[in-house]
């Protein structure tokens, strides 16, 4: 199993930055992609971005350019660097990682950090 671990959520006003955070700790060494989803009130899950074990990096059309993922495979972590945020940015943010054992893949998600944008 892996567990995920969000920090970094918060308050900030419009055009402001936050940076989230995610810890991976278990079978770390089975995860493939990793990434961030997010969940607005009354909204279905959507994809913010996602990033490979190699680097290869892939955003919503919403959050290009303004968004960048990271990842720090030595410390097991992904980042997101939000930059001027947008109220339509309000959400709750979840980790994700796709773990790849013995050819079956598997989703894990963190508990979810909330970031609020005011206007």
């Known amino acids: 199993q892996v567990q995920l671990v969000e920090s970094g959520g918060g308050l900030v006003q419009t055009g402001g930055s936050l940076r989230l955070s995610c810890a991976a700790s278990?079978?770390?060494?089975?995860?493939?992609?990793m990434g961030w989803y997010r969940q607005a009130p009354g909204k279905q899950r959507e994809l913010v971005a996602t990033?490979?074990?190699?680097?290869?990096?892939n955003y919503a059309a919403s959050v290009k350019d303004r968004f960048t993922i990271s990842r720090d495979n030595a410390k097991s972590t992904v980042y997101l660097q939000m930059n001027n945020l947008k109220p339509e940015d309000t959400a709750v943010y979840y980790c994700?990682?796709?773990?790849?054992?013995?050819?079956?893949?598997?989703?894990?998600w963190g508990q979810g950090t909330l970031v609020t944008v005011s206007s």
């Open positions: 990033i490979t074990s190699g680097g290869s990096t």
């Open positions: 278990g079978r770390i060494f089975s995860i493939n992609t």
């Open positions: 994700n990682a796709v773990t790849i054992i013995m050819g079956k893949y598997l989703e894990h």
